[in-house]
């Protein structure tokens, strides 16, 4: 939840967090989120990775795509963050790829962060 709010804070669009547990044992969870370019992507990026190293303990194992900016991936073992230009989105499409898994409620993690319209959280 923490790196969704980050993301939000950031002006990333189209967030979501999927529980793939019940898929695989290998992740618990994918937070996928657009940016509208390289540079927002990679600050995110950043943010993300700074706030969940040094603010929350997480190990980071992984870290790919930044040089190219349109497919960030973070990886944290259980939690692996998904950061993507509109179009890699689109042609990726990991929620299709994992349409039965379940997707987190992230109103109460968004309300901050001005992402959310107040209809979106009824």
Known sequence: MAAA????????QQIVVLDVSDQTP???CFVIATGTSRRQLVAISDEI??????????????????????????DYGGVVVHLF????????DLEGLWDDAKRL???????????LQESDLS
């Open 5 to 12: 709010r980050i993301a939000a804070e950031l002006r990333g």
């Open 26 to 28: 290998i992740f618990d």
């Open 49 to 74: 990775d700074r706030m969940l190293r040094k603010e929350l303990g997480e190990r980071r194992l992984g870290l790919s795509g930044v040089e190219d900016g349109r497919w960030i991936v973070l």
């Open 85 to 92: 230009d509109e179009e890699s989105r689109a042609f990726y």
């Open 105 to 115: 409620d992230l109103s109460l993690a968004l309300r901050s962060t001005g992402a």
